[in-house]
């Protein structure tokens, strides 16, 4: 079956705090994708990475970092989080980085108060 | 830069009766259009792909796409309360490359 699990699914932290998203997938894809969606915004792309350790900014990049050290593994990572990176990030995972179909896991809901 | 509208932003229909959503893109070189369904607090899934002019179906669910036009369609037959959700539609090709630019969303509800 194939699957993108995103860990944890609820998280709530202090603004300041550091914030590390993890998500795996099980389809040997080689691209992977972070993106974070906010109401009247839509999905907003953070970074995307290609393979491991080729990762590039997406168009909001600013006050993430991503680590991708396994192809199944890429992790979103927020040093110091900010209140208004409140929101919910989702993880994707694609063939290659062409024009294959996404597919997503279920979310990470985050709270930063 | 691609833009992707949706409309309408809300959408009831009864059950049975027929759903029609709506997207417009701004590059009519874009050639990758797909349409995502996601149900509250999950993640979205695949309904229906198309990459030219003309009608795709996937069991209820068919797109219509016209380039001229800038416009790509959803309809839903029969559709059911289980298919109440956020239905989204995103656009790749073109000026943006492979990346899917994805419109803001309808929510459809089906009422019993």
């Known amino acids: 079956d194939m699957k993108v699990t995103q860990m944890p699914r609820y998280l709530i932290k202090r603004m300041g705090e550091n914030v590390l998203l993890e998500c795996g997938q099980d389809?040997?894809?080689?691209?992977m994708y972070w993106y974070r969606q906010d109401p009247g915004l839509g999905l907003q792309l953070i970074y995307i990475?290609?393979?491991?350790?080729?990762?590039s900014e997406g168009d909001i990049p600013k006050g993430y970092r991503v680590s991708r050290k396994k192809r199944e593994h890429f992790s979103l990572i927020l040093d110091s989080a900010k209140t208004n990176q409140t929101s919910v990030y989702f993880c994707?995972?694609?063939?290659?980085?062409?024009?294959?179909?996404?597919?997503f896991g279920a979310g990470t809901r985050l709270s930063v108060l | 830069q691609q833009k992707v509208q949706q409309s309408p932003e809300s959408l009831t229909v009864s059950e049975g009766a027929m759903a029609s959503l709506n997207c417009t893109f701004s590059?009519?070189?874009?050639?990758?259009f797909r349409w995502y369904r996601q149900h509250s607090a999950k993640g979205l899934e695949v309904l229906v792909s198309?990459?030219?002019?003309g009608e795709k179906e996937e069991g209820r669910f068919t797109a219509h796409l016209n380039r001229a036009n800038l416009h790509v369609s959803l309809h839903i037959r029969e559709p059911q309360p289980s298919d109440s959700a956020v239905y989204l539609c995103?656009?790749?090709?073109?000026?943006?490359?492979?990346?899917?630019?994805f419109g803001i969303g309808t929510l459809l509800s089906v009422k019993p």
């Open positions: 590059d009519g070189t874009s050639n990758n």
């Open positions: 198309i990459f030219s002019d």
């Open positions: 995103a656009v790749s090709g073109g000026s943006s490359g492979n990346k899917l630019i």
């Open positions: 990475s290609y393979d491991v350790d080729s990762n």
């Open positions: 389809m040997s894809h080689e691209t």
């Open positions: 994707a995972s694609s063939l290659s980085g062409g024009q294959n179909t996404l597919y």
